[in-house]
């Protein structure tokens, strides 16, 4: 049972980037999926969950509006399209396997990847 991100990078502020989440060794469409971030010296935050077919989404008020979670259940393959980016939005990002409130707790993550927006 394996998350596996990539994507991230050093943007400037107002830059875009697209994260992908390679999941495996589960039935990836049978769970609603999530993103979740940790900022340097902060806690887990929840940034965006879809449910298993992928027709309905949340967001948090931090991000809605300028990032998008989509998934591909051919590909087992979660994303997060990220535009507009802030320089508040630096932090690791994590798939992660269900919803809130596991998502924060114990539920499974993969090991992040690093979003840094800096000019």
């Known amino acids: 049972v394996q998350l596996v991100e990539s994507g991230g990078g050093l943007v400037q502020p107002g830059g875009s980037l697209r994260l992908s989440c390679a999941a495996s060794g589960f039935s990836f469409s049978s769970y609603h999926m999530s993103w979740v971030r940790q900022a340097p010296g902060k806690g887990l935050e929840w940034v965006s969950t879809i449910v298993t077919g992928g027709w309905s989404t949340s967001y948090a008020d931090s991000v809605k509006g300028r990032f998008t979670i989509s998934r591909d259940n051919t590909r087992n393959t979660l994303y997060l399209q990220l535009t507009n980016l802030k320089t508040e939005d630096t932090a690791m990002y994590y798939c992660?396997?269900?919803?809130?409130?596991?998502?924060?707790?114990?539920?499974?993550r993969g090991q992040g990847t690093q979003v840094t927006v800096s000019s």
């Open positions: 992660a396997r269900g919803s809130m409130p596991v998502v924060l707790t114990t539920g499974l």
